[in-house]
């Protein structure tokens, strides 16, 4: 077995886990800040205030919420087929803790959040 194959075994999970967070957290402030006007709309109702809010977090499973909110949902098939590949994308990087990885991860996370900033601002439009 190789040295760098050891050292990698050896890693706890929140050394392995030093990729994703920062991601998330820089995301989750955007989220909250970008959305947090949105949702403080007059015309917004606390479901779709929660949505503004907490959807991107779904991912793009966020279109499977749209009949809650009264938007039209997005097939299974389609949140699958986005969002499947995203879940592999991010876990890359704790899964096997490489730079290539770190980067992959962090694009994963990216697009994680913009589908479904995309879909929530598409749908209250």
Not at 7 to 29: H, I, K, T, W, Y
């Amino acid at each position: 077995m190789t040295d760098s194959r050891k050292q990698d075994e050896e890693l706890s999970p929140s050394q392995r886990l030093r990729v994703v967070g920062p991601a998330f957290g820089a995301f989750v402030l955007f989220v909250f800040v970008f959305n947090g006007e949105l949702a403080r709309h007059p015309s917004v109702t606390s479901a779709m205030s929660a949505v503004f809010l907490l959807g991107p977090f779904a991912g793009p499973f966020v279109g499977l919420f749209g009949p809650v909110i009264g938007f039209e949902a997005d097939s299974l098939e389609y949140c699958l087929l986005t969002g499947l590949p995203l879940l592999a994308m991010i876990a890359s990087h704790p899964i096997n803790p490489r730079p290539w990885t770190g980067v992959l991860c962090v694009v994963g996370v990216l697009f994680w959040f913009l589908l479904a900033m995309s879909y929530i601002h598409q749908a209250s439009a």
